[in-house]
């Protein structure tokens, strides 16, 4: 005599998952026959009469799910549960008999890793979806590539020249770049393997799917998976973090060219005779001066000048530093054409044509929001394609998130990851916020760009007088042993207070003083409570102390420690 028995079961999110169900109830003794259904998240079982439901809920919550009968919840019996509580191993439940919050996370750079490790560590499950190489923008083809690229160049250039020249032979370097990209490429890889691949191996609350996500509805995606076929996703709660991509400008002629972008340029084995670049902020100076330092004849094109967003001294001292290793900028030109012809770059603009060997697009990424369908979802984009958030990472669908370059968020791999981590708590029911009124930002060229807080027309945008100061290097004992005095430090305070407002910083090394001035922002301290501070001396970061002092002081007045 046989028993028909429905079981519903919730946590389900594709066909595959169904069938994996419906294998474990088949092995369960006394069961006849199994059908599981993903769409009506349904097993109908035929089963010998009198049978206990406790083998079969077991069964199904031993793969992560959470099974009832009717309406009612069924849980199996105690030495049953243990067993399957081990299987599912921790974290993976929110209470006693309570199926783990599901939660997708689209993407698998910084903000992605930051938020599924998160909401791991909260008790979610998580499903990863990646439709490239693991790890993102930022260990792949963006800040770990590209600064060692700048640090080889940087190591070229001493060589070749320092300010020690009069008693240290220079000696110009032989760049066997083939061997240099394989040196970056390895390290690369051993950091993707260690930071991303190796840590999702083993983290067994985590899935990992390899394919293109589209949102199906409001709950659903679609898996347009590498190997063929389509699998179903369901989630309680949606992470987009997928990243950015390189912008490409309208320019006529162009998409006819092999012209490069970051990614080609930092995978490329050789050194061009000549490059050009489009382009007049982070990417672009930062390759332009690494291809320089390592042997090509570089022409920067700035549609405005360098760092025309930030404050003008600090385009103004790159400039001039560029210059002066021969880099050619051109200041408020524009590509009106480019054309390519036996291995020739030409590109028209108002003063001219200029030929190149390469052309290296640098003018900004754009958000990877195109292919989502996010209008089944309900989350609304701006006119920019970036995805609308407010500071809890939330979309307009309130169980639907969005951290990383595919927000209007600073495109820094430590923002998006921040973020994530926020939106990971939010997800799993706790209330963050992104606060980036401290937010340190550094450009690694020589001499490095460093900027926090607001610069002086930022504040008087948003309505607050200043009292700024700018100390040049020359006043800086580092700078003064080093040779090496190009730049200079600003100091942004409210006017009344004192409060510290913001920093700009051109200097080498400038990324190591920044944080410094953040804490000090943070903490709301004043210049003077700034300049009251020990700080090391013959350290770049004591610069800070002294443009705090110029406030009260002439620092050139003063002795080399004086306090």
Known sequence: ?????????EGMTCTSCAEHVQQALKKVPSVRSASVSYPQRQADIEADAGVSLDPLVAAVNALGYRAR????????AAGLLDKAMGWLGSGTKRGSGEQALHVAVIGSGGAAMAAALKAVELGARVTLIERGTLG???VNVGCVPSKIMIRVAHIAHLRRESPFDEGLTASAPAVLRERLLAQQQGRVDELRHAKYEGILASSPAITVLSGSARFKDARTLAVAEASGGTREVSFDRCLIATGASPAVPPIPGLRDTPYWTSTEALASDTIPERLAVIGSSVVAVELAQ??????????????????FREDPAIGEAVTAAFRAEGIEVLDHTQASHVAYADGEFVLTTAHGELRAERLLIATGRAPNTRDLNLEAAGVEINAQGTIVIDERMTTRAPHIFAAGDCTDQPQFVYVAAAAGTRAAINMTGGDAALDLTAMPAV????????????SEAEAHHDGIETDSRTLTLDNVPRALANFDTRGFIKLVAEAGTGRLMGVQAVAPEAGELIQTAALAIRNRMTVQELADQLFPYLTMVEGLKLAAQTFSKDVKQLSCCAG
């Open 1 to 9: 005599m046989a028993e028909a028995i429905t079981i519903h079961i």
């Open 69 to 76: 009968v009717a309406d009612k919840q069924v849980l199996p």
């Open 136 to 138: 993102g923008t930022c």
């Open 290 to 307: 690494a291809f320089a330092r390592l042997g090509s004849q570089v022409t920067i094109l700035a549609r405005s000048t360098l760092f």
């Open 443 to 454: 450009v690694f060229t020589d001499p490095q760009v460093a900027t926090v807080g607001y």
